[in-house]
């Protein structure tokens, strides 16, 4: 069913990256349509609603003439959260800035050894999480298995990892505080691109607004900002 939508994603394929990202990985449930507007339905921790659309009429029209189950929508761009949320109260949101590297650029593998994570350290992420609001131990293992991953081991310990998220963003990215300003950061980011590279999959990761190390790192590694996308839990 996926397929038949493809074409019409394609056309604006940086806006629709992670609805077209997140749909190789995970079956497409449901469909609803106005226009050239679409919300797709898919389930990974939970049922993800993804818009692809250019007109608030439209957008309002599928809300207005089929009854979405989903409460979990993803990458929704700010014109968008007033139509989503119109008859409901929003639980939460996480606001990031969307960045993405062109694809004609050349990352250097990072010459720190990296290792690939496994789901024993599944465990250590989620304790370590900063998003522990947003994400949960199954998510975790979920994108280990499927995904591209990559950690730095000090002695014993992992003190640096990343890997990808549902959408096949880049994610997760932490440093142990001990052991940041040692270029971890950089060294788990290029590993993460080499391997994404190998998939001929678009590279791309989101920030918080507020997170300026990280901007500044994916500014100086050449990532182009994109856009403002939040992620929304409507009750």
């Known amino acids: 069913m996926f397929s038949e939508i493809t074409n019409s994603l394609l056309k604006d394929p940086i806006r629709n990256i992670s609805v077209l990202g997140f749909f190789e990985n995970y079956p497409l449930e449901k469909v609803f ?4 507007s679409f919300l797709l339905l898919g389930e990974s921790d939970h049922l993800w609603g993804y818009i692809s659309s250019h007109s608030s009429s439209e957008l309002t029209k599928i809300f207005e003439k089929y009854q979405i189950d989903a409460r979990y929508f993803a990458s929704v761009e700010d014109w968008m959260k ?4 119109e008859d409901s109260e929003v639980e939460w949101e996480l606001i990031t800035l969307r960045y993405v590297l062109p694809d004609n650029h050349e990352i250097v593998p990072s010459s720190r050894k990296t290792c690939t994570l496994d789901t024993s350290l599944v465990d250590y992420i989620f304790n370590h999480s ?3 609001a947003f994400t949960s131990k199954e998510y975790i293992k979920d994108q280990i298995e499927r995904g591209v991953s990559a950690g730095i081991i000090e002695g ?4 640096a990892w990343g890997l990808t998220h549902d959408d096949g963003a880049l ?9 940041r300003g040692k270029g971890y ?3 788990i980011t290029s590993s993460l691109i080499y ?3 190998k998939e001929n999959k678009p590279i791309f990761l989101n920030v918080e607004p507020n997170n300026i190390n990280s901007i ?3 500014n100086k590694m050449g990532f182009v900002f994109d856009r403002e996308i939040s992620w929304v839990k409507i009750r």
Do not use: M, R, T, W
């Open 33 to 36: 349509q106005v226009g050239d």
């Open 156 to 159: 014993n310990a992992l003190v």
């Open 171 to 179: 994610g997760f990215l932490h440093v142990l505080p001990e052991f």
């Open 130 to 132: 900063d998003y522990q």
């Open 82 to 85: 007033p139509i989503i949320s």
């Open 216 to 218: 500044n790192l994916v």
């Open 195 to 197: 391997e994404k590279k």
């Open 185 to 187: 950061g950089k060294a």
